[in-house]
Nanobody, 125 residues
Framework: QLQASGGGLVQPGGSLRLSCTAS????????MAWFRQAPGKEREFVAA????????YYSDSVKGRFTISGDNAKNTVHLQMNSLKPDDTAVYFC????????????????????WGQGTQVTVSS
């Protein structure tokens, strides 16, 4: 139900744009987010967006470099990643929830009921 795309190989300092589209269900009212998981590490929060108002939230490690955007009516979310670093290498997952969640949970993977299949991002020279 969530299809992510846009991953690939990029050199340090480069950019990539990830996209995620939900189908089959509507997610009006619920947030959409990106998480990532590097080999041997736990899945971690990257960014989230919630409506109305397109409020955005970022992890400290990507703030200022990544931008999340989306269209709630179209159930789409994008992640523009600039100034990429080797530490950004991971499988990136989009996530969504059909209902709104409390703000304190927006960075928690447990709060999201729907997940995409992941897209690989590799930052290497």
């Amino acid at each position: 139900q969530l299809q992510a795309s846009g991953g690939g190989l990029v050199q340090p300092g480069g950019s990539l744009r990830l996209s995620c589209t939900a189908s089959g269900r509507t997610f009006n009212g619920g947030p959409m987010a990106w998480f990532r998981q590097a080999p041997g590490k736990e899945r971690e929060f990257v960014a989230a967006i919630r409506w109305p108002g397109s409020h955005t939230y970022y992890s400290d490690s990507v703030k200022g470099r990544f931008t999340i955007s989306g269209d709630n009516a179209k159930n789409t979310v994008h992640l523009q990643m600039n100034s990429l670093k080797p530490d950004d290498t991971a499988v990136y997952f989009c996530a969504a929830n059909r209902q709104s969640i409390i703000l304190s949970m927006i960075r928690r993977k447990e709060a999201y009921g729907y997940w995409g299949q992941g897209t690989q991002v590799t930052v290497s020279s």
